[in-house]
């Protein structure tokens, strides 16, 4: 296996059970245990409640594209063989919202709106890189 | 709504403005030398001595702290009150907000407000070729956003006007008028960075950078610096004919984020100028010209839609009926906006403002009659915002 050459995430205190899951092929976001709000990206605190008392819950993995961008320029060398690449953010269907890649589709027929699933693409030992494929609807 | 915001109509007023000139700076112009220069322009233009100025609020670049400080020394003021805002692109009307409640609250008189920028010529000397390349190593950890090769602050821009075309039918051409309009704008202002009249086809065939933008419809990298002076009102009565009063003044956050909501089309402009406007005792229809912080084509049409200039969605129709040009419904961006007279962070569209409620123009470019200007800062991916109403009158 080549080098992995792209930026990489550093998991917070936070956000290390999110990667640990996706490392193990998983979608997970935090929900409050007592407003039962499903959260995204990871904090200690309910932004709906503010109670501190969450846990990790795996989600469906099914969302759409609430709205993307295509890169047809090289900012990082390590996405040189990538544009155009489609950056997008999913609206899951459990409700929050994650940035990501749209994958395995021309970019240029990528839309809003279109019902997309998770995949996972390893990237080192470590990080496993959730990103979504298009998906019936 | 506070039915309190009626007593500061009026009150306040920016009683002097300076800016470095001429387009493009040196590569040897050093931040610190271009506040220098518009700070000087400023004071002299407001007739006060520099002993009177006893307030300093200033917006320093990312990487510095405390920056308010180290510019006061530099210009040996004696300010009770200083500090520096950080609300990224609407820093500039937020520094003219805080000069006017720190002047409510007794805690100074004259109050000089300015930034400068010299990222262009920092890029240059660095030998590199893109503004991302000098984001320092401790910003690019972190996680959600390089990892997914999402880069830049026009991508942030972009996820905003694929949603806005997605929902509404904005065309490219909408926003290729967006920049004709406002380069032709520029064309009669010696101080734009880009003055070379271009054409919607010339838009639609630059390179694309990131969907839906090409590189005409994103604001370039600019050096230069811009500083106004604030006052209360009876202060500038005396000079009267230098002075732009503050009708109306808010400042709304989406701070709920650009992903959140409707936010990456729907700016926080909605709440702000309501605000703004309440306070001056106006609305839409008493403006006589905008000046949208632009940090892209798609920014200034969000705007016309959130400050009331036409219905949500219909901005880019707008702009293509021509309502934004001269001797439209409502010129806009009537310098050039940040897209080509330059991006110094929205301090010269404060100065635009000003200087068209002034009268003060050359005729090509003055709007006739200008009695009242709307002047917005947009910034933090978006989330900041904030309001100016600027007279020519006192009410």
């Known amino acids: ?23 193990d092929e998983k979608l997970t976001c935090q929900r409050c245990d007592d407003c039962k709000t499903a959260r995204f990206p990871p904090h200690h605190v309910c932004p709906n409640c503010l109670s501190v008392n969450s846990h990790w819950e795996e989600m469906s993995g099914k969302g759409s594209v609430f709205s993307f961008t295509v890169f047809r320029r090289v900012y990082d060398p390590g996405f040189a063989d990538e544009v155009p690449y489609v950056v997008a953010l999913i609206e899951l269907e459990e ?36 990103k979504f494929e298009p998906a019936e609807s | 709504m506070s039915t309190t915001l009626s007593r500061s109509r009026g009150r306040f007023a920016i009683i002097g403005v300076g800016n470095t000139e ?27 001595d520099k002993a009177e100025i006893n307030g300093l609020v200033t917006h320093g670049t ?127 202002n010696p101080n734009a960075q880009y003055r070379k009249p271009i054409t ?44 732009a009063y503050i009708l109306g003044y808010g400042i709304a956050n989406n701070i709920d984020g650009l992903f959140a909501g409707n936010n990456m089309f729907q700016t926080a402009g909605v709440a702000s100028s309501k605000t703004a406007y309440e306070m001056a005792g106006i609305t839409a229809s008493d403006v006589d010209t905008a000046q949208f912080y ?50 110094v962070a929205g301090m010269w569209h404060i100065l635009e403002g000003v200087r068209q409620v002034r009268q003060s123009h050359p005729p090509e470019r003055q709007i006739p009659n200008a009695e009242i200007a709307v002047i917005s800062g947009n910034g933090g991916n978006s989330v900041c915002h904030g309001s100016l109403v600027l007279s020519r009158n006192p009410s």
């Open chain 1, 1 to 23: 296996m080549n080098e992995y050459t792209k930026p990489l995430p550093t998991p917070t205190a936070d956000s290390q059970p999110f990667w640990d899951a996706c490392r």
């Open chain 2, 62 to 188: 990312e990487e510095e702290r405390v920056h308010h400080q180290r510019i006061g020394a530099m210009l040996g003021l004696d300010a009770n009150f200083s500090t520096s805002v950080d609300n990224g692109g609407a820093s500039q009307v937020a520094s003219i907000i805080t000069a006017c409640m720190a002047i409510d609250a007794g805690l100074c008189d004259v109050v000089l407000c300015g930034y400068s920028a010299d990222y262009r010529a920092k890029i240059q000397r660095a030998g590199k070729k893109q503004a991302v390349q000098l984001v320092p190593e401790s910003m690019l950890a972190g996680q959600f956003r390089y990892e997914f090769g999402y880069f830049g602050e026009m991508a942030s821009y972009a996820f905003g006007a694929t949603r806005h075309m997605h929902l509404f039918g904005t065309t490219r051409e909408d926003f290729a008028n967006v920049a004709v309009t406002q380069r032709d704008y520029a064309s009669r």
């Open chain 2, 294 to 343: 632009d940090t892209t084509t798609a920014q200034t049409i969000m705007q016309l839609e959130d400050y009331g200039f036409c219905k949500k969605g219909e901005g880019g129709p707008f702009v293509s009926s021509g309502a934004t040009g001269p001797g439209g419904i409502i010129p806009t961006n009537t310098a050039g906006g940040l897209l080509s007279e330059g991006h």
């Open chain 1, 95 to 130: 409700g929050p919202r994650m940035l990501s890649n749209v994958v395995s589709i021309d970019p240029d027929k990528v839309v809003c709106g279109m019902p997309v699933k998770v995949v996972f693409e390893k990237a080192t030992q470590e990080i496993t890189l959730p």
């Open chain 2, 22 to 48: 001429g387009g493009v700076m040196p590569l040897s112009s050093t931040g610190d030398a271009m506040f220098a220069e518009a700070a000087i322009k400023a004071i002299k233009d407001a007739g006060v």
């Open chain 2, 200 to 243: 919607v086809e010339e838009h639609l065939n630059a390179r694309q950078i990131v969907d839906p933008f090409g590189l005409l419809d994103c604001c370039p990298v600019t050096d230069g610096a811009g500083a106004v002076i604030v006052a209360r009102a009876d202060r500038a009565q005396n000079i009267a004919k230098k002075t």
